[in-house]
């Protein structure tokens, strides 16, 4: 064998082993789509047939697109990482609208097809023909959204066509998610398989978010939940001080309900809840002593004697997680316990609190704490002057800190309010004027981008928080199977109803692609490139 021989065949080998040139890399490309377009078509439109996908020794049943393509695997490492990059596209595509998952893929297919075929469009150079891409799929999106049409005041009907679509002429979901979606304003929708055989839903007045107890010593049920009837609430935004925040804010009023409970013998007893993002270690380790010492009163006594202090993870990092407590404590009807209301204690002479004075609902609309500009008034909310004889001190008023609820569960996963008893109606009202006005803005800046804005559909669901309405559906089969199937439906309904409501919808789905870009060739003044390849577009 010749040098030049050897060379050719260890350059050879060297690119059979772990790299492949362009031209070898495109043919895998289409080899992979190829592959999983054949999979997906036979499950495209209402007709499809189903897929059953076998997982761990279990069988699976969905007519989903997406189910199915996170289901396909290659055994070739360079496929499987083509195929990973498919998965990422439709990703955004579920994420985002729902469903179109099969449409997405068949249609990426036949159009890369197409393209490889036109020598004008090859001759492009990648970084333009990407460039390209984003100018031409502008286009079509504002043509897309001109035309939709937006859901404004018949919602039960929009809802029904549009769930009865995505469900495939289910019915029964069909009329679920009618009511769900006629009876609540952008509802957020907790849906999960359970034990029966029934799908059924429920309408929850209430408030729900992924705060969290920090001990499952609190939990009063097999499910680590502590549910709580009338317990006091007291929420934080920055870090608990064993020394500051529990001694001279928590105990004061932990220390109230432990004499009205030692009042009743413990037959009858109100818990405090504190929420806060973090706690310092003295504090925790002071927590732990006392329920220790709780555990042996009680085997001495042969009482049980209950703890009383709740403690609960919450979140204050981002201006929205800041938002969101502030939001919680208007159904609480007190306020956050913020930094600089630290600073205003440390320069008060005594703490007031009185219990009985909790719940009564006396609130200052006019000047609500959370959205007080002028110093004055606010020194003037978080702190009382005094005269003892000739002196003079200030005092502060921890009952604005402390709100109730009248039925409150906690878990090692969320915190759900279910029934409300000292709602500061006049602070709710004013954040409700303003998530309403948050979204009317963010509408009015990218109304022909609607589909683009990322923050639209979190200021929505703040709003139904606000409206205090959450929705569970308890999904049910005859077989786990067929409780996994129903689920890929109500979900995919869910994120098509949803879509709808955010972005507007467009009859016949797809097909209006075409349509637009029909009109566009015919009428709109766009560069022979665009022009190129919207026509290669609307062919694929």
């Known amino acids: 064998m010749s040098k030049k021989t050897q060379e050719?065949?260890?350059?050879?080998?060297?690119?059979?082993?772990?790299?492949?040139?362009?031209?070898?890399?495109?043919?895998?490309?289409?080899?992979?789509?190829d592959s999983v377009c054949k999979a997906l078509l036979s499950t495209f439109g209402p007709y499809g047939a189903s897929t059953?996908?076998?997982?761990?020794?279990?069988?699976?049943?969905?007519?989903?697109?997406?189910?199915?393509?996170?289901g396909i695997q290659l055994s070739n490492s360079m496929a499987d990482k083509i195929l990973s990059v498919i998965k990422n596209i439709c990703s955004h595509v579920v994420l985002n609208v729902g469903d179109g998952t099969t449409t997405s893929i068949v249609s990426a297919d036949r159009l890369y097809k197409n393209i490889v075929k036109n020598k004008k469009i090859m001759k492009i150079r990648s970084k333009e023909l990407l460039d390209l891409f984003d100018?031409?799929?502008?286009?079509?999106?504002?043509?897309?959204?001109?035309?939709?049409?937006?859901?404004?005041?018949?919602?039960?009907?929009v809802i029904s066509k549009i769930a009865n679509?995505?469900?495939?002429?289910?019915?029964?979901?069909?009329?679920?998610?009618?009511?769900?979606?006629?009876?609540?304003?952008h509802p957020i929708i907790n849906y999960k398989t359970g034990l029966g055989t029934e799908t059924k839903y429920e309408i929850i007045k209430g408030y729900k978010t992924k705060y969290h107890h920090i001990n499952p010593v609190y939990r009063t049920n097999d499910n680590n939940e502590c549910q709580m009837d009338n317990p006091l609430v007291m929420i934080f935004d920055h870090k608990i001080d064993f020394?500051?925040?529990?001694?001279?804010?928590?105990?004061?009023?932990?220390?109230?309900?432990?004499?009205?409970?030692?009042?009743?013998?413990?037959?009858?007893?109100?818990?405090?809840?504190?929420?806060?993002?973090?706690?310092?270690?003295?504090?925790?380790?002071?927590?732990?002593?006392?329920?220790?010492?709780?555990?042996?009163?009680?085997?001495?006594?042969?009482?049980?004697i209950p703890i009383q202090d709740v403690f609960c993870k919450c979140y204050a990092t981002s201006n929205a997680e800041r938002m969101e407590l502030n939001d919680m404590s208007a159904f609480c009807g007190c306020e956050v316990i913020r930094e600089d209301t630290?600073?205003?204690?440390?320069?008060?002479?005594?703490?007031?609190?009185?219990?009985?004075?909790?719940?009564?609902?006396?609130f200052d609309i006019k000047d609500d704490f959370g959205y007080i500009d002028e110093q004055e008034k606010l020194d003037a909310k978080c702190e009382r002057r005094e005269y003892q004889g000739d002196t003079s001190i200030l005092v502060f008023p921890l009952n604005l800190f402390v709100g109730q609820v009248k039925k409150l569960t906690v878990s090692d996963k969320y915190t759900l309010i279910e029934e409300f008893n000292n709602v500061n109606q006049?602070?709710?009202?004013?954040?409700?004027?303003?998530?309403?006005?948050?979204?009317?803005?963010?509408?009015?800046?990218?109304?022909?981008?609607?589909?683009?804005?990322?923050?639209?559909?979190?200021?929505?669901?703040?709003?139904?928080?606000?409206?205090?309405?959450?929705?569970?559906?308890?999904?049910?089969g005859e077989s786990e199977i067929a409780k996994q199937y129903t689920y890929d439906v109500i979900d995919d309904a869910i994120k098509a109803c949803n879509s709808a409501l955010d972005y507007g919808y467009n009859i016949g789905g797809s097909l209006i692609i075409p349509i637009v870009i029909d009109k566009m060739l015919k009428y709109e003044k766009i560069t022979d490139n665009q022009r190129l390849l919207l026509d290669i577009i609307s062919k694929s």
Request: proline share 1%; hydrophobic share 40%.
């Open 8 to 33: 050719m065949t260890e350059k050879d080998f060297l690119l059979a082993w772990n790299v492949i040139d362009e031209h070898e890399y495109r043919k895998r490309v289409m080899k992979v789509f």
């Open 52 to 70: 059953m996908i076998e997982h761990d020794s279990e069988m699976h049943q969905t007519k989903d697109g997406w189910l199915t393509i996170m």
């Open 135 to 157: 100018e031409v799929s502008e286009l079509v999106c504002n043509a897309i959204v001109s035309k939709s049409f937006k859901v404004t005041d018949d919602v039960s009907d």
């Open 165 to 185: 679509i995505a469900t495939n002429g289910d019915k029964e979901i069909t009329d679920m998610l009618t009511d769900i979606y006629s009876s609540v304003d």
């Open 243 to 304: 020394n500051i925040h529990f001694k001279k804010l928590i105990q004061p009023v932990l220390n109230s309900l432990i004499d009205e409970a030692m009042m009743n013998g413990y037959n009858k007893y109100r818990r405090l809840v504190i929420f806060a993002p973090y706690f310092d270690q003295t504090l925790l380790d002071h927590l732990n002593f006392e329920y220790q010492s709780l555990q042996n009163q009680s085997r001495r006594a042969n009482v049980e």
């Open 342 to 362: 630290i600073v205003r204690l440390n320069n008060c002479t005594s703490v007031e609190f009185d219990l009985n004075a909790v719940g009564t609902g006396n």
């Open 426 to 476: 006049g602070k709710l009202d004013t954040l409700i004027l303003d998530a309403k006005a948050n979204i009317k803005e963010s509408e009015s800046v990218s109304k022909s981008r609607l589909i683009e804005h990322t923050d639209l559909a979190d200021m929505k669901n703040r709003l139904a928080k606000l409206q205090g309405k959450i929705v569970n559906i308890d999904i049910g």
